[in-house]
């Protein structure tokens, strides 16, 4: 029986890097995401595959998860060698399909660990469940990604959604012992819309709220990747080491979040971009991205995520214009708010 799993991606439109400060943030989910399928495969064995949007193979792996032998029983049994995790036995196989494949795998290999631990701690049942399973039948998972690896659409985070959901643990949990950060990407690899997401005082405790998103003038507004993948973690580190996020600026960021959110007409939608760029460029000492690479764009962009790559939100009174304007200028991959965006109407008060 194949066992089918998705996750969505996901795109920060506001509260960039303060979010993990406690700032309100405008984040939604994108249309595109990553799907697992699971299947039988060998006893004691899980072999992995990873497919590109193109159905291309860009990382094969196989490990013996069971090759622990106990001597009275001589039965397999995962090997508890360390209190943080379960240690697989061997990499069987691995498919170098590239450049990073070996640490992607190794990455790959940790997540899977952390994922079983998690499901041992707080889902014995259903742990043991697919332990059996795998000693029974072995597992084979494939992976497809539905949008471009280097897009910063949530490869990792959807990813990290989708181990979650096979082995039975909170999404949250994994990730905040996998990867770090505020946690929204999670939180939008399963919602069925925007969000409203903060990291809540006094623990910064993370809180999802749907939210009603989408501008009578969302044909206005362009998503451009800008060609250059911008690493979250390591924007992150660098925010960390250079700036400290005041009081008033975490409270100006949330304000332009709820501002934004509801705005009515895209000239006051386009001010409140320009002022989210402003106040972050003077808290990051970093040129905001319309005078860095869009001079002369015919409206206001903004930074989505990581300030210097992945993708900018495009608001302009003429789209056509606009997308001439990118074209020429070598930007390629452009989606409208719908193409990419999972925003369905709902009602929600403004509050």
């Known amino acids: 029986m194949v066992r089918d799993y998705h996750a969505r991606g996901k795109l920060l439109l506001t509260g960039e890097y303060v979010v993990m400060h406690g700032a309100l943030a405008l984040a939604c989910p994108t249309r595109r995401g990553q799907s697992m399928f699971i299947s039988p495969y060998r006893p004691a064995r899980i072999h992995w595959k990873a497919f590109t949007p193109r159905g291309e193979v860009w990382l094969e792996a196989e490990w013996n998860w069971l090759g622990m032998i106990q001597e009275k029983t001589k039965e397999p049994v995962i090997q508890f060698l360390e209190p943080e995790g379960l240690i697989p036995s ?50 084979s998972v494939d992976t497809y990604l539905e949008f471009e690896r280097d897009w910063g659409l949530g490869s990792s985070s959807s990813l990290i959604s989708l181990l979650a959901q096979w082995w039975g643990c909170r999404p949250m949990e994994l990730h905040a012992a996998t ?44 998503f451009v990747y800008t ?38 007409d895209l000239m006051t939608f386009m001010e409140i971009m320009h002022r989210h760029e402003r106040i972050m460029s003077g808290l990051l000492g970093e040129e905001p991205i319309q005078s860095a690479r869009f001079i002369g764009f015919p409206g206001q962009t903004k930074s989505l995520g990581a300030w210097g790559g992945d993708f900018i939100l495009a608001a302009t009174t003429e789209p056509e214009q606009a997308k001439k304007f990118l074209t020429n200028n070598g930007f390629s991959v452009i989606f409208a708010f719908h193409e990419l965006l999972l925003c369905p109407r709902i009602n929600n008060p403004q509050t």
């Open 90 to 139: 061997k990499l069987l196989v691995l498919q170098n399909k590239g450049a990073g494949t070996e640490a992607a795998v190794s990455r790959l290999e940790s997540w899977i660990t952390h994922a079983m631990l998690l499901s041992h701690q707080t889902n014995p049942e259903y742990f043991h469940e697919q332990i059996e399973r795998v000693k029974a039948e072995g597992i």
């Open 179 to 222: 990867q770090g950060g505020s946690g929204y990407d999670q939180a939008c690899a399963t919602a069925s819309g925007p969000i409203h997401y903060q990291l809540l005082a006094p623990a910064l405790s993370p809180n999802a709220r749907p939210i009603a998103f989408q501008p009578d003038f969302h044909e206005h507004l362009l």
């Open 227 to 264: 060609g250059k993948k911008q690493s979250t973690d390591h924007s992150i580190r660098q925010f960390g080491q250079r700036s400290t996020a005041a009081e008033t600026c975490l409270q100006e960021i949330s304000e332009c979040t709820h501002q934004l959110t509801f705005a009515t």
